[in-house]
């Protein structure tokens, strides 16, 4: 089985530009879950999918939104990016509803200029 | 909000050492899960523990979930240089499933 894919893998921006990241998951896996990771704050839970439908929401602004396609990939964007939006971003699929083991990709390191 | 706190944030061992993280959590967990990530790499799902004071081995590696499933440890047995990187635990609410709850993780280094 392929495992989780994102891309782009690293992509640079200028504050005020938006972008979006794309994350496909393991085939079956049906729930997609979004996080930034910067040093020392570990893994911050943005958003989870589950049958095109968001499940749940962390504590970020409005700028992050995503969304979830019917074949279970899924996109992120974030829109008038700050130069704290640097950052790693990972998703992860599970194979129900996100009650089971996570499968990360391997990011997208986003760096705001 | 719930929380799960992870300690030690940083350790560093000489090769040969024993190594434990702990994770304790403010509110019952249903579950906790334990993930490994190599410096520049992705977290890995190492286990999952379910039951109130289970108990797992992966060779080296043993897992605690507390009797009040509250708390999780995670202990290696001398260590290795590839056992370095950050380990994190992550637990699910026992009322409500869906939200899966981290830790900051723990970065082990390992002095050969």
């Known amino acids: 089985k392929a495992g989780v894919t994102q891309t782009p893998r690293y992509l640079i921006k200028t504050r005020g530009q938006q972008v979006t990241l794309s994350c496909s998951p393991i085939?079956?896996?049906?729930?997609v879950s979004w996080y930034q990771q910067t040093p020392g704050q570990g893994l911050q839970f943005l958003f989870e999918?589950?049958?095109?439908?968001?499940?749940n929401k962390g504590n970020f602004p409005g700028r992050f939104s995503g969304r979830q396609f019917s074949n279970s990939r899924s996109e992120m964007n974030v829109s008038t990016l700050e130069l704290g939006d640097s950052a790693l971003y990972l998703c992860?699929?599970?194979?129900?509803?996100?009650?089971?083991?996570?499968?990360f990709g391997p990011g997208t390191r986003l760096t705001v200029t | 909000g719930q929380q799960v706190m992870q300690i030690p944030q940083y350790q560093h061992v000489q090769e040969g050492e024993d190594f434990t993280t702990y994770c304790n959590s403010s509110?019952?967990?249903?579950?906790i899960q334990w993930y490994k990530q190599r410096p520049g790499g992705h977290p890995v799902f190492l286990i999952q523990?379910?039951?109130s004071g289970e108990v797992k081995k992966q060779k080296r590696l043993t897992f605690q979930f507390g009797e009040a499933k509250k708390n999780s440890s995670l202990h290696i047995t001398a260590t290795q240089t590839t056992d370095v990187g950050t380990y994190f635990c992550?637990?699910?609410?026992?009322?409500?499933?869906?939200?899966?709850?981290w830790g900051l993780g723990t970065s082990l280094a390992v002095n050969p």
């Open positions: 992860a699929s599970s194979s129900i509803g996100g009650t089971y083991e996570q499968y």
């Open positions: 085939s079956g896996h049906r729930s």
């Open positions: 999918y589950f049958s095109e439908t968001q499940r």
């Open positions: 509110t019952t967990l249903s579950n």
């Open positions: 523990l379910v039951k």
């Open positions: 992550a637990g699910y609410n026992a009322g409500n499933n869906r939200k899966l709850i």
